[in-house]
């Protein structure tokens, strides 16, 4: 990955920024207790942190979960491995929801939650199948809060369903941005923020995932031109 310049953002750069609500529609992973706690959360090697500790750890030894890789934001991603959360898989539509949903009942063989062995199996048929490399983690509790089922039919397959309103800017440059983890955006993406937390989002990703508010109502988003081309909604990265 090429050494791209380091995005930093300040409160003032969402002034002026668009007003969206979160509609993402994902499949959901719930990650249990697993035999010895899953794998070491270590940045494998090819990381540039390599070896290092992914969570904080125990006196200096790694949490045991579950290590994947986000494809969209060329981020290494984990999560423990207590039964406390889960793994989600980001932008699906209803036919992938399905096949997931499918390949997950085969991977179980009747168990209704997933060993560690089985769930990398569903992350790689994911990436490698159908072509989805949208992953990362979210509390089981921020998933009951935030999300409704879609369809009773597949109880895996839900939209976020929150009010929280979040600010969203466009970065049109390359960027590396520090957010939750560290994220690396080759061809630019739109950064959201709530409060004093922001992330990147895919541009793409975010087009299909966010509405935007008129008065109360919520719309579908058109193109980047559109919905950034305004004065104060895009930021560009100085090297």
């Not at 969402?14 to 070491?40: H, M, Q, Y």
């Not at 939209?159 to 630019?188: C, M, R, T, W």
């Not at 739109?190 to 299909?208: E, M, P, T």
């Given at each position: 990955?090429?050494?791209?310049?380091?995005?930093?953002?300040?409160?003032?750069?969402?002034?002026?920024?668009?007003?969206?609500?979160?509609?993402?529609?994902?499949?959901?992973?719930?990650?249990?207790?697993?035999?010895?706690?899953?794998?070491?959360?270590?940045?494998?090697?090819?990381?540039?942190?390599?070896?290092?500790?992914?969570?904080?750890?125990?006196?200096?030894?790694?949490?045991?979960?579950?290590?994947?890789?986000?494809?969209?934001?060329?981020?290494?991603?984990?999560?423990?491995?207590?039964?406390?959360?889960?793994?989600?898989?980001?932008?699906?539509?209803?036919?992938?929801?399905?096949?997931?949903?499918?390949?997950?009942?085969?991977?179980?063989?009747?168990?209704?939650?997933?060993?560690?062995?089985?769930?990398?199996?569903?992350?790689?048929?994911?990436?490698?199948?159908?072509?989805?490399?949208?992953?990362?983690?979210?509390?089981?509790?921020?998933?009951?809060?935030?999300?409704?089922?879609?369809?009773?039919?597949?109880?895996?397959?839900?939209?976020?369903?929150?009010?929280?309103?979040?600010?969203?800017?466009?970065?049109?440059?390359?960027?590396?941005?520090?957010?939750?983890?560290?994220?690396?955006?080759?061809?630019g993406a739109v950064i959201v923020n709530?409060?004093?937390?922001?992330?990147?989002?895919?541009?793409?990703?975010?087009?299909?995932?966010?509405?935007?508010?008129?008065?109360?109502?919520e719309r579908l988003l058109g193109s980047?031109?559109?919905?950034?081309?305004?004065?104060?909604?895009?930021?560009?990265?100085?090297?």
């Amino acid at each position: 990955m090429e050494n791209l310049p380091l995005l930093k953002v300040e409160p003032v750069d969402f002034k002026r920024a668009l007003t969206v609500v979160n509609r993402s529609k994902r499949f959901v992973i719930s990650v249990p207790n697993l035999p010895d706690g899953g794998e070491p959360l270590v940045y494998p090697e090819s990381s540039e942190r390599a070896g290092q500790l992914m969570t904080k750890g125990s006196q200096g030894k790694p949490d045991r979960g579950v290590v994947f890789f986000n494809g969209k934001d060329n981020a290494w991603q984990s999560v423990k491995g207590g039964g406390a959360d889960t793994i989600l898989v980001n932008d699906v539509s209803t036919h992938q929801a399905n096949l997931l949903l499918q390949k997950y009942r085969e991977l179980g063989a009747g168990v209704q939650l997933l060993g560690l062995a089985e769930i990398k199996k569903l992350l790689s048929y994911a990436a490698n199948e159908l072509g989805i490399v949208d992953f990362y983690n979210k509390q089981r509790v921020s998933v009951e809060r935030d999300m409704v089922v879609i369809d009773a039919s597949n109880p895996f397959f839900m939209e976020v369903n929150s009010s929280v309103l979040h600010k969203a800017i466009y970065v049109p440059d390359g960027f590396a941005f520090d957010g939750p983890v560290k994220q690396v955006f080759p061809n630019g993406a739109v950064i959201v923020n709530k409060g004093k937390y922001s992330w990147g989002v895919d541009s793409a990703v975010f087009l299909r995932s966010y509405r935007a508010l008129v008065g109360r109502r919520e719309r579908l988003l058109g193109s980047v031109e559109r919905e950034f081309g305004l004065s104060g909604r895009t930021k560009r990265v100085w090297i």
